[in-house]
């Protein structure tokens, strides 16, 4: 009989707990438990006891050189064979760039179904319930899934994780990959990395971002004062990135990265669909646009109607004085 909740954990480039792994456990943990988290990668055997301080009874830790970096071929056989070692009543994954590929791959071998991109999980007796964003995030649909496991992706900062506490206790379990080089049908030949400074987007609790209504690549530098000041990073709309005016990494929306702040600061951005479902978890929405009714401003908590040049550099001066008030 399938039991308990079964998450898969994640590490970071450099060997470090991505923190959506803290938040599967502890959602986990929130759907009645008890919890084991697998990690896959290489060099990630150091990382089993920060899944426990995060709240798993049990770690399943699979290191070997060949999972060093994500591709299907080489992380989908074990976790497939650790699933059905494990057997649980709940498979939950990061909604990441793992996740995206890796859950669907893994629940048609399963034969069961999964649910993408939630942001609520919650136990009906036996029955999980997930909720995700729909109609660009102006509504949420809720799912079951009559297979089993019952699988969800998690949206990452959509949960909230428990407090750590080292002094936790629970089980490791080394386990090999059992794969073969062989099998693995891509190769990776070369990695560029972009050279990044400051606050990851996915990971800020401010994001300034501007769109189309900023004229052109030059307005960025103001945003990006702007960001700096509050201790934030720099977002763009689809429409900015396809003109060449700011960075692909740095696109907000559908087709881009999901962002959920504290604070979004959209600036001439008028709030098309495909945007608005990259910031649909965002707590607080400020809109600065000189078009009085962009549509954007129906979701924003605090509008701002006018010429962004007048308004961005006043909230850099303000943002400065209280900063050093």
Not at 59 to 68: K, Q, S, T
Not at 134 to 141: E, I, L, V
Not at 167 to 187: C, F, Y
Not at 221 to 246: F, I, M, N, Q, T
Request: hydrophobic share 40%; with cysteine; charged share 25%.
């Amino acid at each position: 009989m399938p039991s308990g909740v079964l998450v898969f954990g994640e590490a970071t480039e450099d060997a470090k707990l991505n923190p959506v792994t803290a938040e599967l456990i502890a959602t986990g943990t929130r759907l009645g438990g008890p919890v084991t988290c697998a990690i896959l990668g290489s060099g990630v055997e150091p990382l089993a006891q920060e899944c426990i301080a995060a709240g798993a009874g049990k770690v399943i830790v699979c290191d070997d050189p060949l999972l060093a970096n994500y591709q299907g071929d080489a992380y989908l056989p074990p976790a497939e064979g650790i699933t059905r070692e494990a057997d649980p009543a709940v498979l939950l994954l990061g909604q990441t760039m793992i996740g995206r590929d890796l859950a669907p791959r893994l629940a048609q071998r399963l034969g069961t179904a999964v649910a993408m991109d939630c942001v609520a999980l919650s136990m009906e007796g036996d029955k999980l319930l997930a909720e995700r964003p729909c109609y660009g995030g102006s509504a949420r649909a809720r799912y079951t899934i009559n297979g089993s496991p019952q699988m969800a992706t998690v949206r990452a900062k959509s949960q909230e994780p428990l407090e750590a506490d080292p002094s936790r206790q629970g089980e490791i379990v080394k386990q090999a990959a059992g794969v073969d080089a062989g099998a693995v049908r891509t190769k990776i030949l070369e990695r560029r990395k972009e050279k990044a400074e400051g606050v990851r987007l996915e990971d800020a609790k401010v994001v300034v971002s501007g769109g189309r209504g900023l004229g052109g690549p030059e307005g960025f530098k103001p945003l990006e004062e702007l960001a700096d000041v509050l201790g934030g990073a720099v977002g763009a709309s689809r429409a900015v990135c396809d003109l060449g005016w700011y960075p692909v990494a740095h696109q907000v929306g559908l087709t881009g990265k999901v962002v959920t702040p504290d604070l979004y600061i959209a600036v001439g951005i008028s709030g098309a669909s495909q945007h608005m479902a990259g910031i649909s978890s965002v707590k607080n929405i400020v809109a600065i646009n000189k078009d009085g009714d962009a549509s954007i401003f129906k979701s924003s908590r605090f509008a701002v109607v006018g010429d962004w040049k007048d308004i961005v550099p006043a909230f850099t001066d303000e943002a400065r004085k209280l900063k050093a008030g």
